[in-house]
């Protein structure tokens, strides 16, 4: 998806460095993270297959209108994608077992019915910051809540408060406590199979190995999909996940690794620098401190 809207966004004309800010603030992705997605895109085997030099997709023949999107879900691992589980059905529709767009109740259902009964035992599901994976079990009260029930939540989660305390205050006592008793949905219905779930940083699409399988399918779609039919995209896309088997699957999550391995050697080159600045400013403090000093017994 970043390296899509920096395409788009390059055609506008803007330079290299414009491009690059506008498509970090578009995707809310650091600007370093946004380079490193656009420099192995372009070298990318797996883009090369449908890019143009220019960046555009030269199979599609017809632009995409808001009525023809088509919603895709799946998972996958070293081994590959889990069998039986894609999820595959057109935005918007009014009937059928999955209807409207993506939302919690549509994912809920794919994870339930299609997920569960397909994972490995003792498996780990690693999900990004989208909403219906983080819809919120037993949420805390907001600040227009009534106090009877931001008394109830402290009360529940035997957090102490005085009875006498006014609104505000009790609001200030939730914000203190609800990121520790924060629960989501999905990880209580993993957790009952004995299956625990991992959440990406925000804001790093580059962490997830299916974001690079995603791009994968959607350049066979558009080199193969010449007229733009939603039921040829759904054969595609079943064609080329089919396709998609553990040795493409293991040099994607290896890929993954090799950039988590970067980011552990920046997080230390971070930490030494903010080690030694604090350190070098300590240094000045004393020093400023030890120098008044000096001064005052002067004055004396």
């Not at 920096?6 to 690059?20: I, P, R, S």
């Not at 023949?61 to 994608?81: L, M, N, W, Y």
């Not at 690693?126 to 079990?137: I, R």
């Amino acid at each position: 998806m970043v390296y899509d809207v920096y395409c788009f966004l390059k055609k506008q004309g803007n330079n290299d460095m414009e491009t690059v800010k506008e498509t970090s603030e578009a995707t809310k992705t650091s600007v370093s993270t946004v380079r490193r997605i656009i420099n192995e895109a372009k070298g990318s085997n797996l883009l090369a297959v449908f890019r143009t030099p220019d960046g555009s997709t030269g199979g599609l023949k017809k632009p995409i209108s808001k009525g023809q999107r088509v919603v895709i879900v799946h998972a996958g691992s070293e081994d590959g994608f889990v069998p039986n589980a894609l999820l595959l059905f057109k935005a918007g529709a009014k009937s059928g077992d999955y209807h409207d767009n993506m939302n919690y109740l549509n994912y809920e259902k794919w994870l339930r019915c299609q997920l569960l009964p397909n994972l490995p035992p003792n498996s780990v599901v690693v999900v990004d910051n989208a909403s219906y994976y983080n819809k919120q079990s037993d949420p805390a009260p907001t600040a227009n809540a009534k106090k009877v029930y931001m008394k109830k939540w402290l009360q529940e989660k035997e957090i102490p408060y005085d009875e006498n305390m006014l609104k505000p205050q009790l609001f200030s006592l939730i914000k203190a406590h609800k990121e520790q008793h924060k629960t989501y949905s999905i990880d209580k219905i993993l957790s009952n199979h004995n299956l625990s779930v991992l959440r990406l940083p925000p804001y790093h699409p580059d962490l997830n190995p299916i974001e690079m399988a995603w791009a994968a399918i959607k350049g066979y779609v558009s080199s193969k999909n010449v007229n733009w039919s939603t039921g040829k995209v759904i054969e595609l896309v079943k064609e080329k996940v089919a396709a998609m088997g553990a040795p493409e699957w293991g040099r994607l999550c290896q890929k993954i690794k090799e950039i988590e391995a970067e980011y552990v050697k920046s997080d230390h080159v971070v930490d030494l620098l903010t080690d030694e600045f604090v350190i070098f400013a300590d240094d000045d403090c004393d020093t400023d401190k030890e120098s008044s000093d000096d001064d005052d017994d002067k004055i004396a």
